[in-house]
């Protein structure tokens, strides 16, 4: 490098203690004194360890695949400039990175919906806007549903972003119809019930869910279809250190009038077990009686009933009075049992539930078995029917939650007719829960981390995989970038006969299974890979496995428990007996697959069921990998969008740039890897007959006759036409290859192309002498302009440009 000046900007080894990614200047010609960004000096020990900084470096750029260092510091250091002048967003390709700003910026204005729109990508600086608006370009110009796959760390933005693309969406569809906000309506009311206070998210989604908008031809939202995953339901009874419950509760309690608590016998939060946890019942920044109102008003929107909307409530009345029951221990026949303690609660609770109160009573404190001949009932220690009541009310909630979803579904999604199955597109939203690690893992964080190492083999299938085979397949001359593939996870996972998931599900079936035997086979199954990490002893219950995301320990204490998700056929019976239409229809298939059941298998607490077809009721993960993959099979289906959300920072802060939690989130999303493939690929790609259907308009027929050569021949042609020489886009066997770039670039030369053409055909009309003539020859002008600048029509492309003009549309106007 070049001797160093007063003013120089340097990269310094990370041997100096220089924050990484901080930019350093020399300050002094001669005495090389180094201030960091944070005003820290460090002292250089090697000169060698200084590098000139690219320019690039220095200011950010947009879109990182321009970065001149492209290494890890260069790729931190211009998300850390940008967000320090509050620009959140950053392109990699067509890859956004969204990195949370932690305050509200006014870049979301109705102004901004209408500066975005029908702007390619790359034409405005980086935007949210800018991908959705690229969603519902592509799915109408490519007839092909598209996905936006929104994927980061609990707080990293993912619910709001899902929230601006669809804002933007239901903008640029332009009806402002009931539809539409029917759609956007829902998402109230799913925060409500699914979202809660974390330590990490004061809004966190405890819930995935795919939100797929349906279009019409015309580009008008027709409907949409929420798919959601995996309800955080021990959140109903149980919260860590400074969580909330579902936000329902906290609404409900106090924004209700006085006179409906009164009905329902409801005091404040903090009279209630199930809120009270860990005493937070409060949630700064966030108005209960405002939410409250919204949630109800969502709810008349939803057209959820006014009798719909009370029996809501009664159930989730009945739910808080169930959790401040209390059982006293007893000894009965030398058997250990329990008895309820009268109180107004669990009166309450047996009159919400309209259930008789002593078999409420007899269902929690007693548990039936089926031996060969009869039926036998055992009573259940305090301990136990503890455990069954919170099940109990989890079932209540799960299954009240998918009632809803259900419910809402039934109001937003019109099935296609036969007639629009063709024509109608989609843009599905995926917004699914992070990877999580906590210092407790349990057989949640399992199915959810599992998740996103389906997701990550998605993303990984999609930018590296399928490119880089294409590229071979093709011809291109391409010089393999290396990955890191989480597949080998997925095998010892899911795939790889005798994988733990399947481990899990066989143990759970198995009657004398346990969470220790459970274990056991785990460890023996997967004790040569490198994925699996054994526990350190016979007596640790907690394994752990290498994740993409890095290494997580799971406490295997539960497992079998969570994974049945069973429900005692006592409280199954009680649901029967109940007056409560609501209740009932929320355990219709429990209900309904009980009255088949003929065959019990009695596990340590709890009965689980057998169908006389004796096919296995599904177990949580068994569900949970089936909605899964069919999840990756609709996303495949799509032209996928990524958007990399990033939280700067654990303190839900402003401004704070916290380098090494970004670091590490870039990392695990494999960014680097990104940038080098998406600098170096070509991530748009068309056949020859689509790209010279699309911009024939480009094409001089002089240079290349469209009836005499080939397609092939035709795109080469308008690339050299349109595209710098020098610029590094390819021929393959079968398709054009391009950078994103290029898109914006051809579609922006074909709108010109295409209204320079339409403007000659108006002066052409223009030139009719007689008036009445010339008034209907304007508005064909008009209509002919339309018709141009959408030319979505493949017809038009194929015919000639005389016959365009002039036949079918004058055609068309007389
Ligand atoms: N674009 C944004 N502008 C302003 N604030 C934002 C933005 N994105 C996120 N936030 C803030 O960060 C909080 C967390 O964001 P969000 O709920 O979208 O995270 P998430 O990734 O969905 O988390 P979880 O996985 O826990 O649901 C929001 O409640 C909001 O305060």
Redesign the pocket.
Known sequence: MGVLKQGDYVWVDSSTGVPIGAEVRITEAGKIQLIDDEGKEHKVKQYSSLKHIHASSINGVDDMIRLGDLNEGGLLRNLLIRHREGI?YTYTGSILV?V??????PI?TPEQVQQYTNRHLGELPPH?FAIANSCFFNMRRNHQDQCCI?S?????????????MLQFLAAVSGQQSWIEQQIVEANPILEAFG?AK?I???????FGKYIDIHFSKEGAIEGARIEQYLLEKSRVCQQAQEERNYHIFYYMLMGMQAEQKKMLSLSNAVKYNYLTVDKCTTCE?RDDIKEYARFCSAMKILTFTENESWEIHKLLAAILHLGNMDFEANISNHLEGCDIITSTHFNMAAQLLEVDIKTLDASLTQRSFMTNRESVSKPLSTDQANDGRDAFVKAIYGRLFLWIVEKINSVIYKPSSEESNDTRHSIGLL?I??FENFRQNSFEQLCINFANEQLQQFFVKHVFKMEQEEYTNENIVWKHIDYIDNQGTLDVLASKPLNILSLIDEESHFPKGTDTTLLQKIHKCHDKSKVFIPPKNSHDKKFGIEHFAGPVYYDSKGFLEKNRDALSSDLIMLVETSTNKLLKQIFHSDLKSNANTNMMITFKNSLHQMTDTKKRVPTLCGQFRQSLDSLIKTLTACQPYFIR?I?PNDF?KPMLFDRELCLRQLRYSGMMETIRIRKAGYPIRHTFQQFLDRYRVLLNSVICDPKTESAKACSESICKNVLSAGDDWKIGKTKVFLKDFHDTMLELKRDKALNEKALVIQKVLRGYKHRKQFLKQRSAAVVVQKYWRRHTDRKFYKVSWDMLVFRPLCAHVS
């Open positions: 959140i969204a949370n700003p932690y305050q509200l910026l979301y949210v929104i980061g760390e609990s707080g990293a933005g993912k619910t709001e972003s899902t929230k601006l979202n974390t990490r998210n004061d809004n966190s989604s405890r920044g917004d829960f992070g959300c939280k839900k």
